[in-house]
């Protein structure tokens, strides 16, 4: 099956800062995959091994996903969905690389994290990345259509994704701001954007989540999330976690956000940006990446 994991081999492993570490992934099963198109924001599969399990394997031409549900938990391997930080083809070798938040507080670190911080070139998980063998396998949110000025915004889990964008639009003559929050002042990374959109970096450095991006964003005085929920909001002009009506929208105006993190921090964003100054539906995509004291599922 075209979309079926394949087999990723660490190639190098490099610590950015005290939150991020780069984990860049070779191997000939990773020559298939690429794109003819900008990556941006595209989100891809990781399957990590169980402990003193193997990776889970795949019968050709398998619903890959059916498949796995149906293996056993404990020698399944856990799933996570991450975004491309860089994919680069050599002559004999195609790199992919991810950027990995350690989220070293306590109660966050989960199996992917503690992978990536104990990850050495020659470990192995499985992709499911886009190929240049089949048609488009979806997630790429970003899509800025005719808008002239771009607004990004999201937090360390955020970054990977707000930074290939930028990268992508290196030689676009668009205008925008892109709001990074990260854990601490040493999380800073480098971006090579254009010079049209500007990056700002909100080190929390002890304070609340969220709070510096709805500062930044001109967001005040919200009313508190409504009842709690394990799923993640999702909501872009083609899809609504939430049930609402898709409808046709009217023509895009001059701005377009790009909203992602924390999903309750995504929501109270959302309700001001949508509801109270009335963005059109078009004009933005609201990601939630993860939630504060639910396990993600993949």
């Given at each position: 099956?075209l ?31 690429g ?44 799933m996570?969905?991450?975004s ?60 800025y ?11 360390e ?14 030689h676009?003559?668009?205008?925008g ?27 929390r ?25 394990e799923?993640l ?18 023509a ?21 940006l ?13 990601m ?11």
């Open positions: 099956m979309t079926a994991p394949l087999k990723a081999i660490v190639h190098s492993v490099t610590r950015l800062s005290p939150n991020f570490i780069r984990v860049a992934f070779s191997g000939p099963e990773l020559s298939v995959v794109s003819t198109s900008p990556l941006y924001d595209q989100r891809i599969k990781l399957i990590f091994p169980s402990t003193n399990h193997p990776l889970p394997e795949f019968p050709a031409d398998c619903n890959w996903y059916k498949h796995w549900v149906g293996l056993p938990q404990d020698t399944r391997g856990v996570r969905t991450y491309i930080r860089s994919l680069t083809k050599a002559a004999d070798a195609t790199f992919l690389t991810v950027d990995f938040v350690l989220h070293t507080s306590p109660g966050l670190t989960g199996p992917a994290s503690t992978w990536a911080s104990n990850a050495t070139p020659g470990d192995e998980l499985l992709v499911v990345a886009p190929r240049l063998d089949s048609e488009s396998m979806g997630g790429i949110e970003f899509n259509g005719t808008a002239s000025n771009v607004i990004l915004a999201g937090d889990t955020a970054a990977p994704a707000i930074a290939r964008i930028l990268e992508d639009l290196a676009s003559e668009l205008q701001t892109a709001l990074i929050e990260i854990p601490e002042s040493e999380d800073v990374l480098k971006i090579d954007g254009p010079a049209s959109i500007t990056v700002k970096w909100l080190p450095n002890g304070r609340p989540h969220g709070e510096l991006l709805k500062e930044a964003l001109a967001i005040h005085h919200m009313e508190e999330d409504a009842a709690a929920t799923e909001l999702w909501e872009t002009p083609e899809y609504s976690s939430t049930g609402e009506k898709i409808t046709p929208s009217r895009r105006g001059d701005d377009y956000y790009w909203i992602a993190g924390e999903s309750g921090v995504v929501t109270s964003i959302r309700r001001s949508v509801k109270e100054k009335g963005l059109d539906r078009s004009q933005v995509a609201f939630g990446y993860w939630k504060h004291g639910v396990s993600m599922k993949g």
